[in-house]
């Protein structure tokens, strides 16, 4: 047998932490290390596997032998097993055969803490300690401000496979991306750009929800320094990175986190909790605190070792109530009869408090569909503690209300005004994600009704809308620019369809509106406050008009949005104003250099006509489908 020497980069204190489920820095301890023992170099391999009665370490430098080198469990009952096998490095592929007390079940696992796997369909995981030097202190120094929720928030979401493809439909790479990806999203104006998963998945058409490889970005694209890279060049470019995560669910894979040591180890052993029938995938046990542990230190290690910005956690409803996608019958109530998970509850609060006590300047935001209390308030005042919650109440309603003919718009001018009931119950972001263009639910240019003209009319329109909204804002790729077709993972987004003037107009309106998002104060910062937005008119339902305000802290920064949901001009269009001092247009997407009529606002006359609650009022034309703002 090859030599494991009994080696431990584990304190007691490690032990204690891991126990209680508080060590938040595991990736420093579990999984693979190269270090240096007795003079000899070789690697450190540690593995959380309690119910095991053996297990070994088996790779390209062991011909796959489990006999070669076996691991040492350790004496304290962590159920960790460890050894350091010399004389093997970077690049040494791998996997844990693992031999179960239970029924001996032997099993060959990837490392649930591997920094880098096999390109998939390969499963192997591989020796990786990647060395980078960052170069974006500048953008880390001032984050904090950069990224605060009282500063813009303009979010492209990106799925990085399909956004653009090289020649013969190859993936472009890490570094390829940090020169055309980086390039576009800084044109464009967006604050921020989101990942769909890039932690290592095995299946394409999950789109990387199904994470096997927790610790190790997608070999698709390259190695794990070059996706440093990626993050780097966007903050050098004054970019925010914010990543999707996936706490929720993890899928069945014979080298994956299930049954891992043949136990029920990292998933519920309770079905009930424990698999997803929506997704047919199991389920973290959040009452244990080594899968707390691992959970929270995954969040903590892209936060860590990646610089990324924010993340975005995944189907956080599915989390919070243990009835979800459930019939009676097939779900068991809490402890005080009810129906949330109240482990899971306590896991994410956890999370968001060693989040932000941990990284200034960051941000959680959840993917939460419900009308759960308090996602978005700090733990110590009874909420998740989340940054942002998307707002999918508001994007189910917009889209709705958008598909409908405008001619039947005045029967559900209430389906827009509604949102501004609860729009400050939450810090929402508003998202058209990549889920608005995929199962036959069109493209959002296919979603608006009308001809040519008047759906490109109406995007440019949902898209002001959106902006002068409260709230943050999400965009996913191909929406800015009209693609045509529904999303296809598969496959590039459509860029020739710029050279069409529609198109080519639609980009050109997001490219402005973010300028405009970032030039105009009054639209971030009361974002999340109901001191940062006014009606003037929302019950011209006959005319299908709404008219508001959005505020900021200066008064004279104020601005007022008016939105034509029709196709017929409205002019001589009489609006109350709160003051008597000179308005200009300085947006309006009808504009020509959008693909517009080009009914634009030239000069304003204010009078003193009572109308709205105001002394003042003003007579201005508002476009077909078409939406104006004044300052």
């Known amino acids: 047998m090859a030599l494991v020497i009994s080696h431990s980069l584990f304190t007691d204190f490690d032990i204690n932490l891991f126990k209680a489920g508080k060590h938040f820095r595991l990736y420093e301890k579990l999984g693979s290390h190269t270090i240096e023992v007795d003079g000899v170099k070789g690697v450190y391999f540690a593995v959380w596997a309690p119910s095991a009665k053996e297990v070994s370490v088996v790779g390209d430098f062991n011909f796959w032998n489990a006999e070669e080198h076996k691991l040492n469990v350790r004496w304290d009952g962590s159920g960790i097993w460890e050894g350091f096998i010399p004389k093997i490095g970077q690049g040494a592929k791998y996997k844990y055969k693992i031999h179960s007390h239970n029924n001996d079940i ?26 980078y030097s960052w170069k974006d202190s500048q953008w880390m120094g001032y984050r904090e401000d950069k990224n605060g929720l009282d500063k813009p928030y303009s979010v492209y979401e990106v799925h990085l496979g399909s956004w653009k493809r090289g020649n013969e439909n190859t993936f472009l790479s890490y570094k390829e991306l940090a020169i055309d990806l980086v390039r576009y999203v800084k044109e464009m104006g967006f604050t921020h750009v989101e990942f769909m998963p890039v932690m290592e998945y095995p299946y394409d058409p999950s789109w990387g929800y199904q994470l096997t490889g927790y610790f190790a970005p997608t070999s698709r694209f390259g190695k794990p320094e070059e996706f440093k890279y990626l993050v780097d060049v966007f903050h050098q470019n004054d970019i925010g990175v914010i990543l999707d995560w996936v706490p929720s669910h993890f899928p069945e894979d014979a080298h994956g986190l299930g049954f891992f040591d043949g136990s029920h180890l990292y998933e519920h052993p309770d079905r009930r909790k424990g698999y997803h029938p929506d997704w047919k995938s199991l389920i973290f046990n959040y009452g244990r605190n ?22 975005r956690v995944d189907a956080v409803a599915s989390m919070l109530y243990l009835d979800y996608s459930r019939e009676d019958g097939e779900w068991e109530p809490n402890i005080y009869g009810n129906n949330e998970n109240l482990d899971a509850i306590s896991f994410i609060k956890e999370l968001n408090q060693e989040v932000y006590n941990n990284f200034k300047g960051v941000q959680t935001i959840a993917e939460e569909s419900t009308a759960f209390a308090g996602v978005s308030k700090p733990v110590n005042h009874g909420g998740l503690g989340f940054g942002m919650k998307w707002m999918m109440g508001w994007m189910h309603d917009t889209l709705e209300y958008f598909k409908k003919e405008p001619v039947y718009r005045k029967h559900h001018q209430n389906d827009l005004s509604f949102s501004m009931t609860y729009a400050f119950t939450e810090n929402f972001m508003l998202p058209f994600s990549h889920d608005e263009v995929v199962y036959g639910k069109k493209s959002l240019l296919y979603r608006m009704p009308g001809d040519d003209w008047q759906r490109f009319a109406n995007l440019r329109l949902l898209f002001g809308y959106m902006f002068t909204h409260p709230g943050a804002n999400l965009v996913f790729m191909g929406g800015e620019f009209a693609q045509s077709s529904e999303w296809n993972f598969q496959q590039s987004l459509d860029w020739h369809l710029l050279e069409y003037d529609g198109h080519s107009g639609v980009q050109n309106f997001v490219k402005d509106l973010n300028k405009f998002y970032k030039e105009y ?3 971030y910062e009361k974002q999340f406050s109901p001191e940062g937005f006014q009606w003037i008119d929302y019950g011209d339902h006959e005319n299908s008009i709404l008219v508001y305000i959005r505020k900021g802290h200066d008064v004279e920064n104020d601005i007022i949005i008016a939105c034509n949901f029709t196709p017929v001009p409205r002019e001589n269009y009489r609006v109350g104003v709160p003051k008597s001092e000179t308005l200009k247009e300085v947006l309006n997407s009808d504009a020509k250099k959008y693909g517009g009529s080009g009914m634009v606002n030239e000069n304003i006359n204010i009078e003193k006509k009572d109308l709205h609650g105001y002394k003042y009022s003003i007579e201005i034309t508002i476009p077909p489908l078409g939406i104006v703002i004044f300052q």
């Open 521 to 523: 104060p009054a639209l």
């Open 106 to 131: 032997i099993t060959e696992k990837a490392d649930p803490f591997a920094r880098l796997c096999e390109h998939p369909p390969n499963t192997a995981s591989v020796v990786w300690e990647e060395t």
């Open 290 to 311: 080594e899968v707390r542990a691992f959970l929270i230190s995954n969040a903590i290690f892209w936060l860590d070792q990646f610089h990324v910005d924010g993340l």
